[in-house]
């Protein structure tokens, strides 16, 4: 039966683990667990004679690639897959897969709550604002931002979105807004959501020429990827709108300066942690193992991502 390597610099939840176990236990798979481990090397030895891999943001290489001629398949037990080079698992006949949507309530429970945050003025004792009556505009629509988008709906939020992937139609039955393009979502929101991948067309994307519309007193809420947002407008944004303000659940690089300068109106969690909860961990987890199985067994390839 194939060989399967769980391979985790940030281990999984403790029930996760029993979980995923449990799963390839029933199924006859063969599991090496890899945990806490600190020098890439480490992962190119485990993975020598795997056919499957399962990771979470561990970087999947074109090293690891050469390191394990038997694999098969990659799992990134997560939604997003910027840390696994596609064109090198696609060179080398690796199948790479995510779990989508495994996380995405984990994630829009931090963007709700992070906007609460900054309302209420970081929680310093001070008047804050309600969310209440407030436009919430989403800049993607897929599991987080609808999601998202219920949730917000329950605040008696006005929420919109913007997602060129996405129908209006689906929108509208979710009593969502369609934008129709993405500036739209700049002028819109009094909170903006951002829930887009970080892609070659992404990246950057959220840059002075769409931080130039947000209103003054904007919340801008970056669950996604650092990497979208152009850091330079994001500062000439903080500066020139005494009342923009910018979460976040991973620190952008040029954080040092934001909190020399703009401390009162700009907050990052330490780490990145949308989908760190005891759940998304067991779900995500749990898929990317059941999707391995259904791979091997039927040749289910539903949720490969290099196509």
Request: aromatic share 8%.
């Amino acid at each position: 039966m194939p060989k399967v390597l769980i391979a985790t610099e940030k281990p999984f939840a403790k029930e996760a683990v029993q979980k995923i176990k449990s799963e390839f236990d029933a199924a006859g798979y063969q599991q090496v667990w890899l945990e806490n481990y600190t020098d890439p090397e480490e992962l190119r030895k485990a993975a020598a004679d795997a056919e499957a891999l399962i990771v979470r943001s561990d970087i999947v290489d074109e090293a690891l690639f050469n390191a394990a001629p038997k694999l098969k398949i990659v799992v990134r037990a997560g939604a997003g897959y910027d840390n696994i080079d596609l064109a090198a698992a696609t060179a080398h006949n690796v199948i790479v897969m995510n779990t989508p949507g495994q996380n995405s309530n984990a994630v829009a429970e931090l963007a709700l709550g992070l906007m609460i945050y900054m309302a209420r003025g970081k929680f310093n004792g001070k008047s804050g604002t309600e969310l209440a009556g407030k436009k919430l505009a989403l800049f993607g629509f897929g599991y987080v931002g609808s999601r998202l988008a219920k949730m917000a709906k329950g605040m008696d939020m006005e929420v919109y979105a913007y997602d060129p992937y996405i129908s209006s139609e689906i929108m509208i039955q979710q009593g969502v807004t369609p934008l129709n393009k993405v500036e739209d979502i700049f002028t819109t929101g009094d909170y903006i959501s951002l829930h887009i991948p970080a892609t070659a067309e992404t990246k950057k994307s959220v840059n002075w020429n769409l931080l130039k519309l947000v209103k003054d007193n904007c919340i801008l809420v970056n669950t996604a990827r650092k990497e979208v947002i152009d850091e330079d407008a994001l500062i000439q944004a903080l500066q020139e709108k005494n009342k923009f303000r910018y979460v976040s659940d991973i620190a952008p690089d040029c954080s040092e300066k934001l909190m020399a300068e703009f401390a009162e109106r700009v907050f990052w969690t330490p780490k990145k942690m949308g989908a760190q909860t005891e759940e998304a961990n067991t779900n995500a987890g749990v898929a990317a193992a059941r999707q391995i199985i259904a791979f091997f067994e039927k040749g289910d390839t539903t949720f490969q991502v290099n196509k």
